[in-house]
């Protein structure tokens, strides 16, 4: 299958600051990159919908001026977790969809967020 | 709204036995695709198999194979010949069939167990 790299793996930062969390598609190019919040024991809660050279589309409850995300190429979506929390700790993982393989979404090794 | 009901929180088998991981999904559409994703210890999401609604014949990917029955909305994975690199959880998703709709409804997912 297609390569998603996520990067950093683990991040930890100090309350009130940001981080940028890279998500990038190896060998393919996706105009459409997801990004996702999974909290232990549980499944995946999608956060947002990231679009090539257009606003992301966020989901209910998702705060758009925490979690910023930016598309710019058609091979990386960033996700910003702005002025960081101890709420905010958790894993997030992205995935690309792979147009070329039937839409099919690959996903990053994920990145491990703590707030101190 | 979709909803995909995993109802086996966990799991467990015999090393060289065969296992089967339950999935119902709700939906008014007639054509979408189900996949089933596992995410090891490591928590990198792998694809392990996929259906096309559309299509009558079952899935299979070497020793994982589905029985999807689409009238009853059930998409079952059987894991044959377990190996204990199978130990992980296992997420039943469904998406829709096109559109600017591609995003995955995820289940709660499958603690799999595989024994020694």
């Known amino acids: 299958g297609a390569v998603v790299s996520q990067h950093p793996s683990r991040v930890i930062c100090k309350s009130g600051t940001s981080v940028k969390i890279e998500c990038r598609s190896l060998d393919f190019q996706a105009t459409t990159m997801f990004w996702y919040r999974q909290f232990p024991k549980q499944s995946l809660m999608l956060m947002a919908t990231?679009?090539?050279?257009?606003?992301?589309?966020?989901e209910q409850g998702v705060e758009k001026d925490k979690f910023l995300i930016n598309h710019a190429s058609l091979t990386l979506s960033t996700l910003t977790v702005t002025s960081a929390h101890p709420e905010d700790s958790s894993f997030y993982i992205c995935?690309?969809?792979?147009?070329?393989?039937?839409?099919?979404?690959?996903f990053g090794a994920g990145t491990r967020l703590s707030v101190l | 709204a979709q909803t995909v009901t995993q109802s086996q929180p966990e799991m467990s088998v015999q090393e060289a036995e065969t296992v089967t991981l339950s999935c119902t999904y709700d939906t008014s559409e007639s054509d979408y695709y189900l996949f089933w994703y596992k995410q090891p210890p490591s928590r990198q999401m792998i694809l392990v198999i996929r259906q096309e609604a559309y299509k009558q014949q079952n899935a299979t990917e070497n020793r994982f194979s589905v029985n999807f029955q689409k009238a009853a909305k059930s998409f079952s994975l059987k894991i044959s010949d377990s190996q204990l690199g199978d130990a992980a959880m296992y997420f039943c998703?469904?998406?829709?069939?096109?559109?600017?709709?591609?995003?995955?409804?995820f289940g709660k997912g499958t603690l799999l167990t595989v024994n020694p």
């Open positions: 998703a469904y998406r829709g069939s096109g559109g600017s709709n591609y995003k995955l409804t």
């Open positions: 995935s690309a969809r792979d147009e070329g393989a039937d839409n099919i979404q690959y």
């Open positions: 990231s679009n090539e050279g257009s606003k992301a589309t966020y």
